[in-house]
């Protein structure tokens, strides 16, 4: 079974302030993603990084995924109240069905 | 175009009684994955179609759990003889093709059984 964890669980920081979560797992995923999910919505995707090594710049978000591709960060510079959301990350693996396994999160408070 | 739709956003079923929750995806997307969200949880897959196949349901937690997408389009979850445990927030999801992988998400539908 493949599993994903994320870390830290819950994030809270003033506005301007940087940060990094991480995504780890003992699996080799094909690509991962990384999704924000806001209550009573469903994820949205924000980026898919597919090669090791590969790092993805989105305007204050920088992506990474590891040489190995068993793990993933989220660096956000300058943080501000509208990054505030879960983070999800979600292995793709190689198998129609258990292709997305979503990690449990991190919860971002970004305090004005 | 519309994305994908869920309803009801919000059920309330007793325990034991039956529920069926609906996904309208994205029209012309081959691909719908259903997940299961406990509060504070990531999402979990419960199963996976192909347009009227379903290729997966690896996930489905119990013989209780039961999906369809006859046509190809809409998709339905039904639970039977709902229980406590079965309380979270039901997704879905659609892509466009079996080769891509942006899936696009629904707003949920969440269960509370009393």
């Known amino acids: 079974t493949q599993l994903l964890e994320q870390s830290p669980q819950f994030l809270s920081i003033q506005e301007g302030e940087n940060l990094t979560v991480y995504c780890n797992s003992s699996?080799?995923?094909?690509?991962l993603q990384w999704y924000r999910q806001e209550p009573g919505e469903g994820p949205v995707l924000l980026v898919t990084?597919?090669?090791?090594?590969e790092v993805k710049k989105l305007k204050r978000l920088t992506f990474q995924f590891g040489d190995a591709r068993k793990d993933s960060s989220l660096h956000i510079t300058a943080a501000q109240p509208g990054d505030t959301g879960l983070y999800l990350c979600?292995?793709?693996?190689?198998?129609?069905?258990?292709?997305?396994?979503f990690g449990p999160g991190t919860r971002l408070s970004v305090l004005p | 175009g519309a994305g994908v739709s869920q309803s009801p956003r919000y059920k309330v079923a007793k325990r034991g009684q039956d529920v069926a929750l609906r996904c309208d995806p994205i029209?012309?997307?081959?691909?719908l994955f259903w997940y299961q969200q406990a509060l504070g949880q990531g999402p979990e897959f419960l199963t996976y179609?192909?347009?009227?196949?379903?290729?997966?349901k690896s996930g489905l937690p119990s013989d209780r759990f039961f999906a369809e997408r006859p046509e190809g389009s809409v998709s339905t979850l039904k639970i039977q003889r709902t229980q406590q445990e079965d309380s979270a927030v039901y997704l879905c999801?659609?892509?466009?093709?079996?080769?891509?992988?942006?899936?696009?998400f629904g707003p949920g539908t969440r269960l509370t059984v009393t």
């Open positions: 979600a292995g793709v693996g190689n198998n129609y069905g258990q292709n997305f396994v």
């Open positions: 990084v597919v090669t090791g090594g």
């Open positions: 029209s012309g997307h081959v691909s």
């Open positions: 179609f192909q347009n009227e196949a379903q290729l997966d």
């Open positions: 999801a659609s892509t466009v093709d079996r080769g891509l992988y942006e899936q696009y």
């Open positions: 699996s080799v995923f094909s690509s």
